[in-house]
């Protein structure tokens, strides 16, 4: 049983943690629906707790870096399949889900005397529709794909059912999420970049308007979050409170520890062929350790700790440069 939440049933990979949650729940759902109908196999006590559903993995949205964002759009700018490329760049531009893009009716674009031009997005993954603003160059975007796209007669709305006249149609249908996958990476492959998903446009254009300083508010609405959560995602990639607080505290901690030294340091040995050499604490540190230094009349006279650091055939002269090699290895 545990083995089927954690694997796939056919090929036995491991699953990811979204998966594996959802069987939890389901397997939990189980139980107490069949507890509710009074089944005569109930178990007698609870089986599924809290704590067996594994913690979800929070990741950061996955946007595109500013010099990838460019070569991607200049990409699409180039394409010859002009329809697909079009309905990315206004993903881009407006951050629309891959789902509300391709169910944008004909007549989205709404005038508002003394507000400008918006684009009425249509119900999406949380059934909620919305505005979003436009500017000129969206607009002339708009007009070209409206000059590009295929006339023909409605098509029913696969939500409600009513006759519509469909943004993105081609020889008489609708564009496909397919077609529109295959261009990005179509698009990818020339710019010369990695994989890419449409998702990751939205994320983009959300990470875009954070760097901006948008409201979260306003970022809610652009987007169509019915949460703050929801949002709080893409005010983590970039806290201008976390920012500013790291750029004072590493201030502090410039300013006590003072500017880091660019000569070479030295060790506290200068000078072994004259002096009180013995006496210097890295020496005498040497000595306490176990390092021995003996004298020339006693060359064949060892004791434990020197048997085991020096050679027994090593000249004096030999044993003092051997403890001061070693001597040099201290840090300062």
């Keep these: 049983m545990v083995a089927r939440l954690v694997a796939h049933s056919v090929t036995g990979a491991p699953i990811t943690v979204a998966d594996r949650i959802r069987r939890v729940h389901a397997v939990g ?20 707790f809290r704590d067996d559903l594994p913690r979800p993995q929070r990741f950061l949205p996955r946007y595109l870096p500013v010099d990838a964002d460019r070569k991607i759009s200049a990409a699409l700018s180039n394409s010859p399949y002009r329809l697909a490329a079009d309905a990315l760049l206004v993903q881009r531009a407006c951050g629309l889900r ?20 918006w684009l009425k997005v249509p119900l999406g993954k949380l059934d909620s529709e919305r505005m979003v603003p436009l500017d000129e160059e969206v607009l002339t975007l708009v007009d070209r ?5 295929s006339p023909g007669r409605p098509m029913t709305h696969p939500r409600t059912g009513a006759p519509v006249y469909f943004l993105f149609t081609h020889h ?11 261009e990005l990476n179509r698009a990818a492959d020339t710019a010369g970049l990695d994989h890419i998903t449409p998702h990751q446009l939205r994320h983009t254009y959300a990470t875009a308007l954070i760097n901006a300083g948008v409201s979260l508010q306003a970022l809610m609405a652009l987007l ?13 990639l970039f806290d201008s409170t976390v920012r500013t607080e790291y750029e004072r505290a590493l201030g502090l901690a410039k300013s006590h520890i003072g500017p880091i030294p660019t000569d070479k340091l030295h060790l506290p040995i200068t000078d072994v062929s004259g002096g009180a050499w013995k006496d210097t604490p ?36 030999h044993i003092l440069e051997f403890s001061l090699l070693n001597a040099s290895t201290l840090p300062t």
């Design 98 to 117: 891959i789902g509300e893009l391709l169910d944008l009716e004909l007549d989205c674009v709404h005038e508002v005397p003394g507000h400008g031009s």
């Design 29 to 48: 759902n189980f139980l107490a629906e069949i507890t509710e109908w009074g089944w005569d196999d109930v178990p007698p006590r609870r089986l599924i």
């Design 282 to 317: 890295a020496i005498k540190s040497r000595l306490s350790g176990g390092y021995c230094l003996r004298a020339p009349r006693r060359d064949h006279a060892f004791t434990p700790t020197s048997a085991r650091t020096v050679p027994a055939s090593t000249p004096t002269q």
């Design 224 to 236: 169509g979050h019915v949460s703050t959560q929801m949002s709080l995602r893409y005010a983590q």
């Design 172 to 182: 008489g249908e609708r564009l496909s999420q397919n077609a529109v996958r295959a």
């Design 145 to 149: 794909i409206t000059s590009t796209r």
